[in-house]
């Protein structure tokens, strides 16, 4: 089993719709989760920390259960501008530093 | 937020040629660094972690000799792929965590796109 698995996508949407992805990861020693997006032949960038009480930044909002190891990210009203590579990332250790990247899950906001 | 440079941005170099990636955290130090390799479609995939003063850790299946790495301070990490092939030819990204953070948040840099031909 990959330690960190990801919906297969690609999750081809309309504008305005909501799109929500799931993660799940085997490492229950992890201690921090993360979403990333990426653009087409770009690094990694931090969209928001995942919290065990859920969290939200406008549009997104992340929810993680640590019981059943799993992460998602919902997002609303989606612009064209969210169209990325949408990447679950969690730390391997109690140290937190040592990043595990899923697979991504491809999104395509259409006009 | 805290910025990570990369240089090259982009390499072409023959089989057989030795390649040097150069990592710098511009605004704060950094005594771990992280070297990841990406193949077209696929997610990030940790090489190795580097540490300022001592020997880099690697990842099972990644050659230690193929892909040497060297943390000669604070603020730089290099990756060295030494005798170059095709099947070397990725996206190579290093990042970086911060002690700023206190959600163990790393910082990328741009990346380097290894084409060996």
Redesign the interface.
């Known amino acids: 089993r990959k330690e960190v698995e990801q919906d297969p996508g690609p999750f081809n949407v309309p504008e305005g719709a909501t799109v929500a992805f799931n993660c799940t990861y085997s490492n229950s020693a992890s201690q921090s989760f993360f979403w990333y997006r990426q653009d087409c032949r770009k690094e990694p960038k931090l969209l928001m920390s995942v919290y065990s009480s859920g969290n939200e930044d406008g549009r997104f909002t992340a929810q993680l259960n640590r019981a059943s190891q799993y992460i998602s990210l919902l997002i609303r009203d989606s612009k064209l501008s969210d169209s990325a590579t949408y990447l679950c990332v969690v730390t391997r250790d109690n140290y937190g530093q040592n990043f595990v990247f899923g697979p991504g899950t491809r999104l395509s906001v259409l006009p | 937020g805290a910025v990570v440079s990369q240089h090259p941005s982009r390499v072409i170099c023959k089989s057989g040629t030795s390649v040097k990636i150069e990592c710098r955290s511009l605004d704060f130090q950094a005594t ?1 660094m ?1 070297w ?1 390799r990406q193949f077209p479609k ?5 090489m190795a ?1 580097s540490n300022e003063g001592s020997k880099a850790t690697y990842e099972q299946g990644v050659e230690k000799d193929k892909f040497l790495i060297n943390h000669a301070s604070l603020t730089l990490s290099t990756l060295t792929v030494t005798s170059a092939h095709p099947e070397d030819s990725s ?1 190579y ?1 290093c ?1 970086a ?1 911060t002690s700023h953070s206190s ?4 910082f ?4 380097t ?1 290894l084409t060996v031909l």
């Open positions: 771990t992280f990841y696929k997610s990030l995939m940790l972690t996206f990204i990042s965590p959600y163990n948040e790393q990328f840099g741009p990346g796109r």
